[in-house]
């Protein structure tokens, strides 16, 4: 039986999505992406994913949006989120004061620190997910 945690990533740069794939994989995780919120919500709901890194400025729907709708929605509103963003640091004020939703799993600028960005994927799912 695979204990293997599944991560969606929710981003638009293909260069973000080639890291964040890459160093999920090497730790271990099963990856799923989508290139903006309307796949993102829509593979969210299709997979059930253990957690979703998401990006909020996308084209077609932001990272918001999405948010809002995996909140909205029972079958999706307790995946954790960790927000990845290059906006700054106000939003992440922004985000947590607004009581439509409840405050992300987790908050990163851009650039990564990958460190940092494993250490909180791993207490949010757990560390036993080493790869057979």
């Known amino acids: ?12 740069e293909p260069d ?3 890291y964040l794939d890459t160093l999920l994989k090497d730790q271990g995780f099963a990856v799923i ?13 299709a997979n059930h ?6 990006d909020i400025s996308m084209p077609q729907e932001s990272g918001v949006r999405m948010f809002r ?27 947590e004061t607004r009581k439509q939703v409840h405050p992300p799993a987790g908050y990163f ?8 960005l494993l250490a909180k994927i791993n207490e949010l799912l757990g560390a036993a997910n080493r790869a057979a």
Do not use: C, W, Y
Not at 1 to 12: A, G, R, W
Not at 49 to 54: F, K, N
């Open 1 to 12: 039986m695979s204990t293997q945690k599944t991560i969606l990533v929710v981003e638009d």
């Open 16 to 18: 973000q999505i080639a």
């Open 33 to 45: 992406t989508a290139a903006d919120g309307r796949e993102g919500f829509e593979k969210a709901k």
């Open 49 to 54: 994913p253990d957690l979703i890194t998401l």
């Open 69 to 95: 709708d995996l909140q909205g929605d029972p079958a999706t509103s307790n995946i954790p989120v960790i927000i990845i963003t290059g906006i700054t640091h106000d939003f992440k004020r922004f985000i």
């Open 109 to 116: 600028d851009k650039p990564l620190d990958r460190e940092k």
